[in-house]
């Protein structure tokens, strides 16, 4: 090579490196800030025990495209399904000890062994719809459980996701009455309130790890269950059930949930994007909610299932004290929140 072509090189390459500022140093490396190209680069991690067809799921899909479009891809949201870091209460854990960014549990519940009042969620008859259950979480009730559940334990819960009202199914009569369950063996969970309600009526909840559930109402084990109709449907249990009840009596919320110290250490334009991004991804989540619940019940119709409604009156009269055991161990302040969002 000649000098003078050498001389050319180098003369770019110098011309280059002036242009760019050397591009790649740590000086010249974007910083935080609320320009489309000043974002920081983070991978969030977000935890939860739904199948991927879940709502669940898909909302977290949406949200992982809303953030990315709105930070350039430099926020990146995975999401962990089906269990895979393990079950509700094992990633709340992993929460609070921050070895996991977030979860979406498949209620507030789970948190309970952390903060006893959040068994509020466990109040049967307690919305009659979900719009009611929306109007609750998304006003003050939700606020008061955001500080007495979540920030008192070192979390930070963006917003309430939808898991749904729960229903009961059976082998044995239709449920309109609670006197109705009367000798049903239900599979179910075991707090302290839900077993009240199965008490109150005359029936009994066992517990059954619900991927063995189909099996044991398939046996005979258990002569029905109760869940959201999404879970009812997509875990085939109108393959081994006769009756559907529409109850509605728990409903059941996925709270998005951060580690405090986690969410603190965003930039304030971080928080914002990912809070923004989570409002949207809501909305979309218990749209499609609603449309699974609502092909889940046509579907169990036509596979031959019979749907009945319950006499909520009856149940709601009858369930006055289970509620008084929450409210003797809680008081009523935040549980009052509900009821007047209702009003």
């Known amino acids: 090579m000649g000098k003078k072509m050498s001389g050319k090189i180098l003369s770019m390459t110098m011309t280059v490196l002036l242009l760019t500022g050397c591009a790649g140093s740590p000086s010249s490396m ?15 991690k977000i ?4 199948a991927q067809t879940h709502p669940v799921q898909q909302g977290l899909e949406k949200y992982a495209q809303l ?18 870091l393990g079950g509700d209460v094992e990633m709340v854990q992993q929460v609070l000890d921050g070895t996991l960014d977030a979860v979406i549990s498949g209620g507030i519940s789970p948190w309970s062994g952390f ?10 008859f307690l919305f009659p719809d979900e719009q009611s259950a929306y109007k609750a979480y998304d006003g003050p009730f939700g606020d008061a459980l955001k500080e007495a559940v979540f920030a008192a334990n070192g979390a930070y819960c963006i917003n309430y996701w939808e898991n749904g009202l729960r229903h ?53 084990t258990v002569d029905g269950q109760e869940n959201p109709l999404s879970n009812i449907e997509s875990s085939k249990f109108y393959e081994v059930q006769k009756y559907l009840s ?25 928080q914002d994007v990912l809070t923004r991004c989570a409002e949207e ?35 709601v009269e009858i369930m006055k004290p289970v509620w008084e055991i929450y409210t003797s161990e809680h008081g009523e302040d935040i549980l009052n929140l509900a009821l007047d969002s209702m009003k």
């Open 67 to 84: 953030v990315s479009e709105q930070t350039d891809g430099m926020i990146t949201i995975e999401s962990y399904p089906s269990s895979v």
């Open 47 to 50: 935890g939860h025990v739904f």
């Open 246 to 270: 529409i109850s509605g009596h728990i409903y059941n919320v996925c709270p998005l949930v951060f580690n405090q110290d986690i969410w603190d250490s965003y930039p304030q334009n971080v």
């Open 115 to 124: 903060a006893p009042v959040a068994e509020v969620e466990e109040i049967p």
């Open 168 to 220: 009961f199914t059976n082998n044995t009569r239709p449920i309109v009455e609670p006197q109705d369950m009367q000798g049903i063996k239900f599979r179910s969970g075991l707090s302290t309130l839900r077993l009240a309600m199965f008490e109150s009526t005359g029936s009994s909840a066992v517990p059954i790890a619900f991927p063995e559930l189909f099996t044991a109402l398939q046996q005979g």
């Open 30 to 44: 974007p910083q935080t800030g609320e320009a489309s190209g000043d974002w920081p680069k983070i991978t969030i």
């Open 281 to 315: 991804a809501k909305t979309y989540q218990r749209q499609v909610s609603k449309e699974m619940n609502d092909a889940a019940l046509d579907k169990m119709k036509e596979c031959g299932m019979e749907v009945n409604n319950v006499n909520r009156d009856a149940f």
